[in-house]
């Protein structure tokens, strides 16, 4: 009894401290999108060549000892504190060489380096949903919260959930030597990560999403369905699952947060700039944000044929929107995709957009930090969670209304 109530009070305080680090952080946030970083434009011929040897030597070995991967998870922590998130764009529209993409675009293929060719082999039927994760190597505490929390494998309400983390070759390799040995290290204890031979930088998350469903096609397309997103978001998995029993993957199926009649940004000194001369349209199709949405195993099939076909372009999201157009699919808006986080009204500054019960209703919110990630899900799944006082707070709160979006639709 004693030390059950000891556990409780440990539990409460680890709570509350967590609950000020986020309130304390959330003075001091930024979006994740806004944060610049240069594109270090700096190929690598040879890193699948260094990658093979090193994973021979590895394989040779028996199981590595534990401090190395301990000094390796410290270099981690100090990299991935200075770095966030996917790879932002670049700051300033001279880093990106539009002409060199251009030149450089039938380059499209490229070898994976660890694959996890048995991952949907597991059960008979295959899983129920493959949750598929956007993740920089350097990133990894941030992999770890989502295996911990909305991302665990296993069964969600009857239903077989299976993770693949979806990685490329980080770009400055000065920020974690230890890299190769680390991502080996991590595909061999949790068996989740894919890796393939390009440089993850913004404009090859393109790359990313063209490679990540030939191998679904190839290696996971009995799946019935995919939930494909980014690490900083949280997901109720749940939510999914239920929306998702009654559908039939065998039918086309696109879900997320739609952006529609998104024009081409033509100012140079954009992050997102557009030359004419690589998109001559004054429209984008209708696309998903690429925080996260799902798809129907089907639709990942013809999906994988049509972005094979789609000539290369460096924003990921509008990209899978132009073979969404090819496959004459029109993706489905829903209200429960917030992948552009959620908006604090101005009326309340000092509403807490924290609160659990709000995110009861959601299946995606965008731009959470590790902690929230974290705190979030606990919070969700405690069974205390009384929600009855949620009419309470939409009837005293407006939720602001996203415009409707006349630029490409990430927040300037
Ligand atoms: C790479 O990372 C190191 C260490 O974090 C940093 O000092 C260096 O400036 C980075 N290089 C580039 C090109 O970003
Ligand atoms: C994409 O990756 C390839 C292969 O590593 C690299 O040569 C190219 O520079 C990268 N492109 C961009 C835009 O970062």
Known sequence: MRVQLKGDAICTLFLVVALFTILYSQ????SLREEPVKVQRRPSPATGRAFHALQRKL?????ASGPGIISAMKELKVASESHVGTS????????FDFRQYLRDKDNRKFDILINQPKKCKRNPGGPFLLIAVKSL???FDRREIVRKTWGREGLVNGAQVQRVFLLAVPKNKTTLPTWEILVQQESQMYRDILLWDFLDTFFNLTLKEIHFL??????CSNTKFIFKGDADVFVNVENIVHFLESRD???????GDI????QPIRKHKSKYYIPETMYGLGMYPVYAGGGGFLLSSSTMRKLSQACNQVELFPIDDVFLGMCLQRINLKPVMHEGFKTFGITKPSAAPNLQTFDPCFYKDLMVVHSLKVAEIWLMWNLLHN???SCTQRKQIKKAFRWKMKTKVTTLGYPA
């Open 383 to 385: 069974s205390r969670l």
């Open 259 to 262: 952006i529609y009649n998104a």
């Open 214 to 219: 030939n191998w679904a096609d190839e290696f």
């Open 59 to 63: 394989d040779a070995r028996p199981t």
């Open 137 to 139: 190597v350097e990133d």
């Open 27 to 30: 003075l001091g946030h930024t």
């Open 249 to 255: 993957p065998n039918e086309d199926l696109f879900v």
């Open 88 to 95: 932002p764009p670049p700051s300033t529209p001279s880093a």
